[in-house]
């Protein structure tokens, strides 16, 4: 069963995506997966996949049995993190109730219990990562005013699926 190391999708029958190795034998194409994820410091290992969503259409080879990737195949998809939660991929949209969170990148400690806490493996968050509110227990809030809620950051994510 594969997990999209990008998006964190997994493989289901419903998901209507196909997964795909990273061509790990292959060293500059590789370069070329990791430079368009921009995640150059980041390995993937024999079993990490990305999947269909990031690669256009023109890259797949649907004449088999299974789809596969035609070859020199590179993934261009990837959509802006700015607008979506790293863990349960809620796009940043205004008026739906959810706040937005960069990730305590100068907090190394603090991060690491993030990290663990959403448990989507290997990876490490940008400064354009975010996690909603969604997976924080409302004590992590600290009331500012009426309606606005200011993070704490000390606090850690409780991540709910
Ligand atoms: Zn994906
Ligand atoms: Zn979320």
Redesign the pocket.
């Known amino acids: 069963m594969s997990t999209c190391v990008f998006c964190k999708t997994k493989q289901s029958k419903y998901c209507g995506r196909s997964f795909h190795k990273f061509p790990v034998k292959d060293v500059l194409r590789l370069q070329q997966w990791l430079k368009e994820m921009k995640r150059k410091d980041w390995k993937p290992n024999r079993n990490s996949t990305l999947c269909s969503a990031h690669f256009t259409n023109d890259c797949f080879d649907r004449t088999g049995f299974l789809i596969t990737l035609k070859k020199n195949s590179v993934p261009t998809i990837f959509d802006n993190p700015k607008s979506e ?1 790293s ?4 796009l940043r949209e205004y008026g739906r109730g959810y706040s937005f969170f960069k990730f305590p990148l100068d907090e190394p400690d603090i991060m690491k219990q993030w990290i663990a806490n959403i448990n989507i493996g290997p990876w490490s968050p940008s400064s354009d990562s975010f ?2 509110s ?2 924080f227990e409302p004590c992590c809030f600290q009331k500012k005013s009426q309606k606005l809620y200011n993070f704490t950051k000390r606090q850690y994510p409780n991540v709910i699926w």
């Open positions: 939660c863990s349960c991929h809620r996690l909603c969604d997976h």
